[in-house]
């Protein structure tokens, strides 16, 4: 999904029922992109946890991870992103955001809300040893196509200062070698 185009792109993580960090599925809703939000619409998220919920799953299976792309190579959390993220999932007793950038890159941190609260980047590991529901890409495309939709330029709006930015060369980091501890 982080491919098709050059917005941000965000959904929600499913996980398996007995490990609620163990992603299966990416589920997009409809949403508003540009090169640096992603602005989801209401009653899309309201009717994907209503069937979730009928699908049995319970809301900590399927509404607790944040998944969104980034169009450069860069996986940190913007300043919108950690804003969304209070705002969104402050209330919930756990939460994950978790950025994938191009090149691979990704970054992914838990927040517990209860207790003690605490938060913490974490390990991000793929696994395709296994076949899950979400690996079906002939039908991403048209998942996008049907969810994802560029924010449509307002006249009197300057896109110059986004037009010429070079995701890649202006927004990069170094990311540290890590020797497969995140891939």
């Not at 560029?150 to 990069?172: I, V």
Request: hydrophobic share 35%; charged share 25%.
């Amino acid at each position: 999904m982080r491919d098709y185009g050059n917005t941000e792109v965000g959904g929600f993580g499913i996980t398996a029922p007995t490990d609620l960090l163990l992603v299966q599925d990416l589920q997009l809703v409809k949403q508003t992109c540009s090169l640096v939000h992603v602005a989801f619409d209401d009653e899309a998220v309201a009717n994907f946890f209503d069937d979730q919920v009928d699908a049995g799953l319970r809301p900590e299976q399927f509404g607790r991870i944040w998944i969104h792309t980034h169009p450069g190579a860069c996986p940190e959390p913007s300043p919108t992103d950690e804003a969304t993220f209070d705002r969104v999932f402050g209330r919930s007793d756990w939460a994950v955001m978790f950025i994938l950038a191009r090149q691979g890159r990704s970054y992914a941190r838990l927040r517990m809300n209860t207790g003690p609260a605490f938060a913490c980047e974490i390990p991000v590991r793929r696994d395709y040893s296994e076949p899950f529901p979400g690996c079906d890409p002939e039908c991403w495309e048209e998942e996008y196509l049907t969810n994802v939709h560029p924010e449509q330029h307002k006249p009197g709006r300057s896109l110059l200062a986004l037009g010429d930015f070079d995701w890649d060369a202006d927004w990069f980091f170094d990311e540290p070698d890590l020797e497969g501890d995140l891939l």
